[in-house]
């Protein structure tokens, strides 16, 4: 059974930072690209960042220079590294695998920016 458990969300000030996580199981982590995705109120989810199995990554150009992910095949997680938090990155962030043509979520993290 997939899981995917994300943590690290809160409230932070404009300007601030916040490291989310995403931890996996029941998947082989170490050759699942992995995403992290966010859906504000009223507002479709998008796609924020991915990255591949050899560590190449993708961004949001809304995000590009302020958020870092990366993953730790070790631990069997992910993470998203947030600087520079806005008042419009306020969202639910969701961690999401595709793993054998199924895909899967997380139960997402609140981060609010308060301005």
């Known amino acids: 059974q997939v899981q995917l458990v994300e943590s690290g969300g809160g409230l932070v000030q404009a300007g601030g930072s916040l490291r989310l996580s995403c931890a996996a199981s029941?998947?082989?982590?170490?050759?699942?690209?992995m995403y992290w995705y966010r859906q504000a109120p009223g507002k479709q989810r998008e796609l924020v960042a991915g990255?591949?199995?050899?560590?190449?990554?993708n961004y949001a150009n809304s995000v590009k220079g302020r958020f870092t992910i990366s993953r730790d095949n070790a631990k069997n997680t992910v993470y998203l590294q947030m600087n520079s938090l806005k008042p419009e990155d306020t969202a639910v962030y969701y961690c999401?695998?595709?793993?054998?043509?199924?895909?899967?979520w997380g139960q997402g993290t609140q981060v609010t920016v308060s301005s």
């Open positions: 029941g998947i082989i982590f170490s050759i699942n690209a």
């Open positions: 999401n695998v595709i793993y054998r043509i199924n895909s899967y």
């Open positions: 990255i591949t199995t050899g560590g190449s990554t």
